[in-house]
C-alpha cells in the first residue's frame, strides 16, 4: 500500500517508538496526526508532515475527536499505529500491604483498552474510503511486547495487557479482512526510549539481548511499521523485534 498522500495516525508519537514511527511515515509522503498526552506533545520536536494532538488513549471522545480530524484532513486514512503504552512492574504479594488493583487496571487501560478503541474507531473510518490495489484500504499496527509471551515476575500487569493485544491480531484481522483492512503486531524486545532509560532497562538489559548487543533503536521499529504498511500480505501475524532476546524469569 502507497503511503504518500494518505493520513496516519499515530499513538504515543511524542517520543521513542511513536516519534520514529511519525517522522518516518511523513518523510515518505504521509499528513500523519501524532496523538499523545499534552505534556509529551509540549517537548516533542516540529516535525514537517506532522500535526500533534493532545488525547488519552483511554478516553474514547478525546480519540474520536483526533480520528475524525485525520478523516476530514483531506486525504484518505489509510494507517493508524498504536505506540502508546505504560510498564508497570511489582510484586502480586507485596511484603508489606497489598498489591495495588489499580495499577493493574491503569495497565490494562491504556495497553490494551487504549489500543483497542483506537483500532475500532480508526476502522470505522478506513473502511468508509476507496479501496486501491487488491481493495485494499488500510492497515493497523499494535504494538505488543516480548513479555507478552515470556514475561518475568513482577510483569504480570504490563505482561497480561499485552497478551491481550497479542491476541487482539488475528480476530480483529480476520473481521476486518472483508473492509479490506490489514491488522498486524510488532512484538518489539528491549528498546533504548525514555520509558526505559527512565527505569534503567535499556541499560541493564540491552548488553544482554543475543545479537547487535544492545537495545533497540526507535528508527528499527518505524523501519518495520513502515514496511508492514507497504506490504499487503502482511496481515494477522505478530513480528518480533527482539535481536532474539527471551526473558528470563
Do not use: W
Request: glycine share 10%; charged share 20%; net charge negative.
Amino acid at each position: 500500500m502507497q503511503i504518500k498522500d494518505t493520513a496516519a495516525i499515530v499513538t504515543g508519537a511524542a517520543s521513542g517508538m511513536g516519534a520514529a514511527t511519525a517522522r518516518a511515515l511523513a518523510e515518505r509522503g504521509a499528513r500523519v496526526f501524532a496523538l499523545d498526552l499534552a505534556g509529551g506533545i509540549a517537548k516533542a520536536p516540529e516535525m514537517d508532515g506532522v500535526t500533534y494532538l493532545a488525547a488519552d488513549v483511554t478516553d474514547p471522545e478525546q480519540l474520536q475527536r483526533a480520528v475524525g480530524l485525520a478523516a476530514d484532513s483531506g486525504l484518505p486514512l489509510r494507517t493508524a499505529i498504536n505506540c502508546a503504552g505504560i510498564a508497570p512492574t511489582g510484586p502480586m504479594l507485596p511484603a508489606q500491604g497489598r498489591y495495588d488493583l489499580g495499577e493493574f487496571r491503569r495497565s490494562v487501560e491504556v495497553n490494551l483498552i487504549g489500543t483497542f478503541n483506537l483500532m475500532v474507531l480508526a476502522a470505522e473510518v478506513i473502511a468508509k474510503t476507496d479501496p486501491v490495489d487488491e481493495d485494499t484500504r488500510g492497515v493497523i499496527i499494535n504494538t505488543a511486547s516480548m513479555v507478552s509471551l515470556d514475561g518475568p515476575a513482577q510483569s504480570a500487569a504490563y505482561s497480561a495487557a499485552k497478551a491481550g493485544v497479542y491476541g487482539l491480531t488475528l480476530p480483529s484481522a480476520r473481521e476486518f479482512a472483508d473492509r479490506g483492512i490489514r491488522v498486524m503486531a510488532i512484538s518489539p524486545g528491549v528498546f533504548d526510549t525514555p520509558m526505559t532509560q527512565a527505569n534503567g532497562v535499556a541499560d541493564m538489559l540491552g548488553p544482554t539481548v543475543p545479537f547487535p548487543k544492545r537495545a533497540g533503536h526507535p528508527d528499527e521499529y518505524a523501519r518495520l511499521a513502515v514496511h508492514i504498511v507497504e506490504n499487503d500480505y502482511l496481515n494477522g501475524g505478530v513480528i518480533r523485534l527482539d535481536g532474539a532476546k527471551r526473558m528470563a524469569a
